[in-house]
């Protein structure tokens, strides 16, 4: 299996810009988690899907922020307008659940954006 | 709320024995942890289920104690690969939700 895809792997936009972020879980993993890394606040959970639906959606920050699931290989993060403090790497990750507990998370390369 | 980690970051020298400590605020139902590298993505070490439960992953133990709410990392023998961001990531005991939270994170840097 490919593991985890995002894309795309480095952005620079403007603030103001509409930035799109995509990601392609392992197939058969049946839970999608967004985060979003920065120094100052670590790794933190955006959201979460189980199942191509939404879960936990408590931490995105704002209603600049949007998460989709279309269909079980495809996941989408958008932000507009994005903002310079929305500069950060986020990672996209997958999980086959193990009975009561999440499963080993497994993680994208991360997207690093930088807004300027 | 997140877990909070300590130390925050340690400097071995390869050989040395570490302790890196995970606690929480809420009552736990699993703890996992994970090691990243610099400009890499975190990677998968091991998880933990029960109270007072210990896993071994090579050279890399952890303990689990469900009635204090926290997990402690043990590295011995530590070796220059195992330099890194340590992460532990705790699924609270609440409901059916399987959300994953990361701690704050421990550097550690193994030198020769």
């Known amino acids: 299996d490919a593991g985890v895809i995002q894309s795309p792997r480095h952005e620079v936009t403007e603030m103001g810009q509409e930035v799109t972020l995509r990601c392609k879980p392992i197939s058969g993993h049946d839970y999608l988690f967004w985060y979003r890394q920065t120094m100052m606040r670590g790794l933190e959970l955006l959201i979460y899907?189980?199942?191509?639906?939404?879960?936990?959606d408590s931490g995105m920050p704002e209603d600049r922020f949007s998460a989709k699931m279309p269909n079980a290989s495809f996941s989408t993060l958008k932000i507009q307008p994005s903002e310079p403090r929305d500069s950060a790497v986020y990672f996209c990750?997958?999980?086959?659940?193990?009975?009561?507990?999440?499963?080993?998370?497994?993680f994208g390369e991360g997207s690093r954006l930088t807004v300027l | 709320q997140q877990p909070v980690q300590s130390p925050q970051a340690v400097i071995l020298r390869e050989g040395e024995d570490a302790v890196i400590n995970c606690s929480s605020s809420k009552a736990l139902y699993s703890v996992h942890w994970y090691r990243q590298k610099h400009g890499e993505a975190p990677v998968f070490l091991m998880i933990?289920?029960?109270?007072?439960e210990q896993k071994g992953h090579d050279k890399i133990s952890a303990s689990f104690n469900e009635k204090k709410q926290q997990s402690s990392l043990y590295l011995t023998a530590s070796q220059l690969s195992y330099s890194g961001t340590y992460f532990c990531?705790?699924?609270?005991?609440?409901?059916?939700?399987?959300?994953?939270?990361f701690g704050t994170g421990t550097r550690l840097q193994v030198t020769l």
């Open positions: 899907f189980n199942n191509n639906v939404p879960i936990d």
């Open positions: 933990l289920l029960k109270g007072g």
């Open positions: 990531g705790t699924e609270d005991n609440t409901g059916t939700a399987s959300k994953l939270t």
């Open positions: 990750a997958s999980s086959f659940r193990q009975g009561r507990n999440t499963g080993e998370l497994f």
